[in-house]
């Protein structure tokens, strides 16, 4: 499965993006699919994953929304009310299996930079 993210920018605080992750996998829909990202200096941390549902980490709950497309064999997060906090490498995975680790997904795509002013 290869995975190809999009969508990052600069943006000020209190902007919007969305981000988008196409992949290839003609079995995409039978993939959970994740959202991480990795600040400066930080670990790799989830951000958002959806398979039969949905989950979010605490931090963006009520600002980001996952969704997918099936038909189209992409994946995007919804980013609203950014904050300078938010800026981060943004990562799209495919996995198997529900999980907010990222060890337990298989796939991943390149990243996307999204920076966030004050």
């Known amino acids: 499965v290869q995975l190809q993210a999009s969508g990052g920018g600069l943006v000020q605080a209190g902007d919007s993006l969305r981000l988008s992750c196409a992949a290839s996998a003609g079995t995409f829909s039978s993939y959970v699919m994740g959202w991480f990202r990795q600040g400066p200096g930080k670990e790799r941390e989830f951000v958002a994953m959806i398979g039969s549902g949905t989950y979010y980490t605490n931090s963006v709950k009520g600002r980001f929304t996952i969704s997918r497309d099936n038909s189209k064999n992409t994946v995007y997060l919804q980013m609203n009310s950014l904050k300078p906090e938010d800026t981060a490498i943004y990562y799209c995975?495919?996995?198997?299996?529900?999980?907010?680790?990222?060890?337990?997904?298989?796939?991943w795509g390149q990243g996307t930079q999204v920076t966030v002013s004050s």
């Open positions: 995975a495919a996995g198997k299996s529900v999980s907010t680790t990222p060890q337990r997904y298989d796939y």
